[in-house]
């Protein structure tokens, strides 16, 4: 397959009609950033697939597969200086060289496809809206008559000129790199072998020997039954091995089942995996900021606690800061109060002033009655002066009572005032100084969630809960699905045993069939028939096993030679294949880490193209690579060796890189001839009206046509 050329019209910073033109071999498009690389790339995808690799949101520097459909691909010159109700026509043709699609096996009978993808805008309240939605349109010139895939039959189209299985070995982005293949996927080896050689046909050889041999021993025993010679024993043998038979089918049937769940759950989770890559740090930076919150919010409330401590406790001691000499001078006064204390006390009554209580002695009074003689009081009586004389001195001691209880409390507020006032203003300097650490923290944390919302690249909180929750809701999932394979896994084993508890039984029973059948006439073509099949099927699972390590062998080998050409031979280890893909040392056969991203994009680059240079010679299916920012991770004399080699390895490839930029027109010469590069064009965004503002709506891409 070869792309021949591409016409982009006004879509994103593509303004007007743009063409560029592919052949064969190695085409280069360069490119600063910005320049217009990305969006040629998005151009093939919005029409082949209706994929847009686009920002996640308005916040966000990441980026994702969006729906074609729903982005306005529409530049922002027409956006802006389109009036209301105009119309805007965006559209991309692609034109391709392939295989005729009808033909089951290539005959080499070329034809020219045409892929067109138009949307219509109209403008309405400043807002671009579709007037008429993204159709695409393919069409071919077969026998002079121009012929259309129908709508209903352009994704059966797709998938067989671009398999989805492979399909993203022939399309990528250096920022994709990590997704380029997933061998943590069970499928992805299976499919992509599927894609790129005839080995399914060992698969379905092995499914029609499997019947036939199934087939074939039911007829053997019905006609060993006709013989009319088997004893109920035989006849019971024979059944219990056509019993065991049929049973082990069924659960093997069962284990493809179970084992395709199994494979689809991997898939399942790595891809779950694979998403929680971009969500993953929204949880951890959720788990910091709440911990930065939390310390923030306590630190928040130590300073008002002791805000609000020193207001109370210190304020009145702070009011009375400097008076220690009047507190000293009270002391005068305090002891003239003692003294009236004391001789209040000094008096010569030995009757306790409590004995009779006020309210017996008031009651006497009342009464005219002494109670504790029994005799008469009369008024103006000494008596009668005594008992009023008894009722004064109790107002009297509760009066003094009040007094010294009142002297006791000033003596004590004196003293605790003289201890406390020298330390008033060192209390003060303390507290003060204990909220002026705990001000310092709050700053310090507050600068410090400020930062994290920084380095995540949002700004509103919402985006790292919302992203945090993903994370959530993608390793609950995970979880599922592991429980659920695990579940699957326990299933397969168990119906493992019971096949190899039936498979020794029905080993048992054919031995005592050979035994108990050998007077019986076995001379007879089914019976002949069965044990030819049967050694079919054994070789067919020789012959597929045989094939399958034959293949990994040469996806390896391609591998490794590709390896080398992309680092110019200079290689730490090399490439193994088995249940994963490693670098291991040549020599110790160890796997090596800590590879430098140049090398592991060479390795992913390898592999990926080693299935594609494989179909084209086992095939005959050869696909276009469309790549862009390809040696990104590179360094300058690796993106060279990978740009002088790579072209050399496909029919067609379309390399989009920014690294080309900085090469001198000396040095661009030098590697055009030396990669033998077919087509070169610079692109660069710049200024439409060059004395305009420096805006998007001001600038389109200009392409320059170097070879």
């Known amino acids: 397959?070869?792309?021949?050329?591409?016409?982009?019209?006004?879509?994103y910073c593509?303004?007007?009609?743009?063409?560029l033109e592919f052949s064969k071999g190695l085409n280069v498009i360069s490119a600063v950033n910005s320049g217009g690389k990305s969006q040629l790339f998005n151009a093939f995808y919005w029409t082949f697939f209706d994929k847009i690799y686009a920002d996640v949101d308005n916040n966000s520097t990441r980026k994702e597969w969006k729906d074609g459909s729903r982005q306005i691909v529409c530049p922002d010159l027409l956006k802006e200086s389109s009036l209301e109700n105009d119309k805007i026509n965006c559209s991309v043709e692609i034109v391709l060289t392939n295989e005729f699609h009808l033909n089951d096996e290539p005959k080499n009978e070329l034809i020219e496809y045409t892929f067109t993808k138009k949307v219509i805008y109209q403008k309405i309240a400043n807002t671009l809206t579709i007037f008429s939605k993204p159709e695409l349109v393919i069409s071919y010139v077969k026998d002079g008559e121009t012929e259309f895939i129908p709508q209903y039959n352009q994704s059966w189209f797709l998938e067989k000129i671009f398999p989805s299985s492979i399909r993203k070995f022939m399309w990528y982005q250096g920022e994709t790199m990590d997704e380029l293949y997933d061998f943590s996927k069970p499928s992805t080896l299976k499919n992509a072998?599927?894609?790129?050689?005839?080995?399914?046909?060992?698969?379905?050889?092995?499914?029609?020997?499997?019947?036939?041999?199934?087939?074939?021993?039911?007829?053997?025993d019905k006609e060993l039954g006709l013989q009319k010679k088997l004893t109920v024993t035989q006849q019971n043998l024979i059944n219990d091995i056509s019993y065991k038979t049929k049973n082990i089918e069924k659960k093997k049937?069962?284990?493809?089942?179970?084992?395709?769940?199994?494979?689809k759950?991997?898939?399942?989770?790595?891809?779950?995996?694979?998403?929680?890559?971009g969500y993953d740090k929204y949880r951890d930076i959720k788990v910091q900021l709440n911990a930065l919150e939390s310390e923030l919010s306590l630190t928040k409330s130590r300073i008002d606690d002791l805000s609000t401590n020193n207001k109370e406790s210190l304020i009145n001691k702070w009011m009375l800061n400097g008076c220690e000499s009047l507190i000293n001078a009270s002391d005068k006064n305090l002891n003239i109060l003692s003294e009236e204390i004391k001789k209040f006390q000094n008096t010569t009554n030995p009757v306790p002033i409590s004995l009779p209580g006020p309210e017996y002695v008031e009651k006497m009074i009342n009464d005219k009655i002494c109670y504790i003689c029994e005799r008469p009081v009369l008024d103006h009586t000494p008596e009668y002066e005594a008992l009023v004389k008894r009722l004064n001195d109790f107002q009297d001691n509760s009066n003094h009572k009040v007094l010294q209880d009142n002297y006791t409390e000033l003596n004590k507020s004196r003293r605790r005032l003289l201890s406390e006032l020298p330390d008033i203003e060192n209390d003060i300097k303390d507290k003060n100084k204990a909220i002026n650490l705990l001000i310092k923290n709050r700053n310090r944390l507050v600068n410090r969630i400020a930062s994290v919302y920084t380095d995540s690249g949002h700004d509103k909180e919402m985006d790292i809960t919302v992203g945090a929750t993903t994370a959530s809701q993608i390793l609950s999932k995970i979880q599922s699905l592991r429980l659920a394979k695990d579940r699957k896994s326990d299933s397969l084993r168990f119906i493992k045993s019971e096949i190899s508890i039936l498979e020794e039984g029905l080993k048992n029973d054919l031995i005592e069939k050979e035994k108990t059948m050998v007077s019986f006439d076995t001379n007879f073509p089914e019976s002949i028939a069965s044990d030819y099949i049967k050694m079919f099927l054994k070789s067919i699972g020789q012959l597929r096993s045989i094939a399958l390590s034959n293949l990994i062998n040469e996806i390896q080998s391609e591998s490794n030679r590709l390896y080398s050409l992309y680092l110019g031979g200079n290689t730490q280890g090399e490439i193994e294949i088995d249940n994963g893909i490693r670098i291991i040392d040549i020599g110790t056969k160890n796997v090596l880490d800590n590879l430098n991203q140049g090398e592991v994009v060479a390795q992913k680059l390898?592999?990926?193209?080693?299935?594609?240079?494989?179909?084209?010679?086992?095939?005959?299916?050869?696909?276009?690579?469309?790549?862009?920012?390809?040696?990104?991770?590179?360094?300058?004399?690796?993106?060279?060796?990978?740009?002088?080699?790579?072209?050399?390895?496909f029919e067609q490839m379309i390399i989009m890189s920014k690294d080309y930029s900085k090469l001198d027109s000396n040095e661009?010469?030098?590697?055009?001839?030396?990669?033998k590069i077919v087509k070169y064009y610079e692109f660069k965004n710049r200024k439409i009206d060059e004395n305009g503002v420096n805006s998007r709506t001001n600038k389109k891409t200009f392409i320059t046509t170097i070879k």
């Open 265 to 277: 759950l991997q898939d399942d989770i790595a891809e779950e995996e694979n998403k929680l890559k």
């Open 668 to 675: 661009r010469s030098k590697l055009i001839e030396d990669a």
């Open 253 to 263: 049937e069962s284990i493809i089942d179970i084992q395709n769940d199994i494979d």
């Open 606 to 649: 390898a592999v990926a193209n080693a299935f594609l240079s494989l179909s084209e010679k086992k095939m005959k299916k050869s696909y276009p690579i469309v790549a862009d920012a390809l040696s990104s991770d590179l360094d300058p004399f690796n993106t060279i060796s990978l740009t002088i080699n790579i072209g050399n390895s």
């Open 193 to 220: 072998i599927n894609e790129i050689s005839y080995f399914p046909i060992y698969d379905n050889m092995e499914k029609i020997v499997k019947a036939s041999s199934v087939s074939i021993d039911k007829k053997v």
């Open 1 to 11: 397959m070869i792309i021949d050329k591409v016409i982009v019209n006004n879509f």
């Open 14 to 19: 593509f303004l007007d009609e743009n063409i």
